[in-house]
Each structure stands twice: as C-alpha cells, then as structure tokens.
C-alpha cells in the first residue's frame, strides 16, 4: 500500500448508496442481462503471437455511422461471461460498441496449459482486442477505450502503456495483482510467507516437469467452513451460486478460477502501476466502493496515474458488489468518462474535488 493523499489531487466522486447484503441478489445483481436493444456476436480474433483470442462483440441495435468502443475484461480467473459480458451490454445501450474477452489461457480464448498466469499475455488480449475493433468499419479507430474489472485493471493499465490506441482508461473494483500477490491484503504477506509461495510454485513446477498432475493455486473456495473468511465469503456468493457461477467447456466447475499454482507466483514479478502515469494525457478513472477489501489498489492507482484521473467512490459497496449489482455499479459516470475520454483529446486539469450523489 502506497502512501498518498488523496484529497490533494485529481477528481474525486462519490456515490452512494446502501450496504448490500451479502449471499442474494439484492441491488439488481444480474450478470446475465440480456439487452433488446443489443445484438450480440461471439467472436474470434488473433492475438500478435497468432493465438485465438475469444469475445463476444456488441452492437446497439440503432447504430449509425462510426462509434466509438470499448473492450472489457473480467475478474481475475472469471470469463466474460462474468460481470464483462453485463458491463460491454451496459455501455452499448448508451451508443459504443463494446468487446468483452477472455484473455489468453482462460474461458474460450486459446493457450496452454490451460488457467496459466502470463499478464503480460492477458495485456495483449487488450490489445488484440484493439487490433480486432480497429479494423471494423462501423468503428472509429481513433476513439477506443477499454475497461478491466477486478485483475483486469492491472492488464489494461499495463496494456494503455504501451498502447497509445487505447485512449481512456477505467477499472473497476481493480487488483494490483502483483502486489496482492506479493504483500496480500494491507501488507499481510510477511517476508518468510512470500519466500515458502515462491518456492512451492517452484516445487509444483519441477513435479510437473517430472510427470506429475497439474496443481492449481488461490481462487473461490468449493464451500463455506467456519474458517471461511469475508473475503472467501464475498467470491463464493458469486463464483459458486446462481448468481455468477459459469464454466467454460475448457474447464470444469471443480477449477473454475483456479491458476496453476506453477505459474501464478510469476505474479510477484509484476508492478503494473510502475510508471503508469505515461498514459497521461489520456483519461484514466478507478471505481471502487468504499466497503470493498481491494480499495487499496484503486487508491494506489490514482495517486500513481498523471492527469486527467478520478477516482469514483461507490458508498457502501465492497468489492464483488461492482460485479454484477446493477442499481450500484456507476453506468451513467462510466459512461460520462468514455464520452468525453473518447469524443475529444484529453487535457490535463487542476485539482478538484466534486461528489455525486443518487
């Protein structure tokens, strides 16, 4: 956790709203919308290093002339089918066309062995994603934006770096997955504890080299025990119900958000918020709610990023929370954001501080 004071610079929103209660479906959690003024496509495309990269690609029904679009990506282990598919379908009805992926390893986009930890290739499916929308002719290339929920903040932040195409940036809910993966939880992974993880992934790695079966590491737990901890809690209620629960034919619901635990630790040589202010001066924002175990990161990010940022506060929401309950995920400032990140050049601005209110 990165030292900051928040109030002394960019744009900072809040939202409120009421504490959601855990284990329903309360405050419209609906991941599976399906809109009628959208058409969705399954889509295929390749990435740079000709691996096939999975989307499903929306189109307002009334869409006329060139538009502007977004490609979204999902939760860390989760597919677009979770929380992606309902953000992409969310924004199109607003105009844009959007593109929810799965990045490379994961869902229905190629790569082997299957739930393999490379963020450098999950940045890429951003990328090709780009690359994919680029060439449509119902497009305009000059104005497209992407979005990453959860893990996928650190991907299209480490994606907008290096690619210029990308012109506004938002997060919600966003990880640092190389700090949560080397510190955990405001600093809660000692020195020792990193050392053991780096060494049993080493350990896991060298018994697959030797024949043995495939390990998987972290994800949503099976069940809930009286261990089970909040967060636990929280993931389960999603992943493991009705409410978000999606296995893709590559992978069984014994594994669904399972890395392989010879690849994740590959995550502690990951600083994706490491110079990030070179995508200054496109528009950067992080949602997070205000109850949510991840805020850490999105305050991070916002004091790591150049101008123009914000930072957009959900009162009471925690983290899963920004996943698929639809009377608290801010739609109507997401889309203000990539209406003008994506309708004209961004400029650097003074320090403000505003709030929004419902």
Same mark, same amino acid.
């Given at each position: 956790?990165?030292?900051?004071?928040?109030?002394?610079?960019?744009?900072?929103?809040?939202?409120?709203?009421?504490?959601?209660?855990?284990?329903?479906?309360?405050?419209?959690?609906?991941?599976?919308?399906?809109?009628?003024?959208?058409?969705?496509?399954?889509?295929?495309?390749?990435?740079?290093?000709?691996?096939?990269?999975?989307?499903?690609?929306?189109?307002?029904?009334?869409?006329? =002339?060139?538009?502007? $679009?977004?490609?979204? +990506?999902? *939760?860390?282990?989760? %597919?677009?089918?979770?929380? &992606?598919?309902?953000?992409?379908?969310?924004?199109?009805?607003?105009?844009?066309?959007?593109?929810?992926?799965?990045?490379?390893?994961?869902?229905?986009?190629?790569?082997?062995?299957?739930?393999?930890?490379?963020?450098?290739?999950?940045?890429?499916?951003?990328?090709?994603?780009?690359?994919?929308?680029?060439?449509?002719?119902?497009?305009?290339?000059?104005?497209?934006?992407?979005?990453?929920?959860?893990?996928?903040?650190?991907?299209?932040?480490?994606?907008?770096?290096?690619?210029?195409?990308?012109?506004?940036?938002?997060?919600?809910?966003?990880?640092?997955?190389?700090?949560?993966?080397?510190?955990?939880?405001?600093?809660?992974?000692?020195?020792?504890?990193?050392?053991?993880?780096?060494?049993?992934?080493?350990?896991?790695?060298?018994?697959?080299?030797? =024949?043995?079966?495939? $390990?998987?590491?972290? +994800?949503? *737990?099976?069940?809930? %025990?009286?261990?089970?901890? &909040?967060?636990?809690?929280?993931?389960?209620?999603?992943?493991?119900?009705?409410?978000?629960?999606?296995?893709?034919?590559?992978?069984?619901?014994?594994?669904?958000?399972?890395?392989?635990?010879?690849?994740?630790?590959?995550?502690?040589?990951?600083?994706?918020?490491?110079?990030?202010?070179?995508?200054?001066?496109?528009?950067?924002?992080?949602?997070?709610?205000?109850?949510?175990?991840?805020?850490?990161?999105?305050?991070?990010?916002?004091?790591?990023?150049?101008?123009?940022?914000?930072?957009?506060?959900?009162?009471?929401?925690?983290?899963?929370?920004?996943?698929?309950?639809?009377?608290?995920?801010?739609?109507?400032?997401?889309?203000?954001?990539?209406?003008?990140?994506?309708?004209?050049?961004?400029?650097?601005?003074?320090?403000?501080?505003?709030?929004?209110?419902?």
């Amino acid at each position: 956790m990165i030292g900051r004071n928040l109030a002394s610079v960019g744009v900072i929103m809040t939202v409120s709203a009421t504490t959601a209660t855990a284990q329903n479906l309360s405050f419209g959690a609906d991941n599976f919308y399906v809109s009628n003024v959208v058409t969705m496509q399954p889509i295929f495309f390749p990435n740079q290093f000709n691996m096939r990269i999975a989307g499903n690609l929306f189109v307002p029904n009334n869409l006329s =002339g060139n538009a502007s $679009a977004i490609v979204v +990506g999902p *939760p860390f282990g989760a %597919t677009k089918e979770q929380s &992606a598919n309902l953000y992409a379908t969310k924004l199109a009805e607003q105009g844009f066309v959007t593109l929810s992926i799965d990045p490379a390893f994961w869902g229905a986009s190629e790569g082997t062995p299957r739930q393999a930890v490379l963020p450098d290739m999950y940045a890429e499916s951003f990328s090709a994603a780009v690359d994919y929308l680029s060439l449509q002719t119902f497009v305009d290339r000059e104005r497209i934006g992407a979005l990453g929920i959860c893990g996928s903040g650190s991907w299209v932040i480490t994606a907008a770096k290096i690619d210029t195409r990308i012109k506004a940036v938002a997060t919600s809910s966003m990880y640092d997955m190389g700090a949560a993966t080397r510190d955990g939880m405001r600093n809660g992974v000692d020195f020792a504890q990193r050392q053991a993880r780096i060494a049993s992934g080493a350990a896991q790695r060298q018994i697959e080299v030797d =024949g043995g079966e495939t $390990a998987y590491n972290g +994800g949503t *737990p099976q069940a809930i %025990t009286e261990n089970s901890t &909040a967060i636990d809690i929280e993931f389960f209620d999603f992943y493991r119900t009705a409410r978000g629960e999606f296995t893709p034919p590559s992978s069984l619901p014994t594994l669904t958000t399972y890395p392989t635990l010879s690849s994740v630790f590959r995550l502690m040589n990951y600083y994706p918020l490491e110079g990030m202010n070179i995508i200054s001066p496109r528009p950067v924002m992080f949602v997070a709610g205000t109850q949510a175990h991840s805020r850490e990161f999105a305050e991070d990010a916002y004091y790591l990023a150049g101008y123009p940022k914000e930072l957009v506060w959900v009162e009471g929401a925690g983290h899963v929370d920004l996943y698929d309950r639809t009377e608290l995920i801010p739609f109507g400032r997401l889309t203000s954001f990539f209406r003008d990140g994506l309708g004209s050049p961004a400029a650097a601005s003074n320090a403000t501080i505003s709030s929004q209110h419902r």
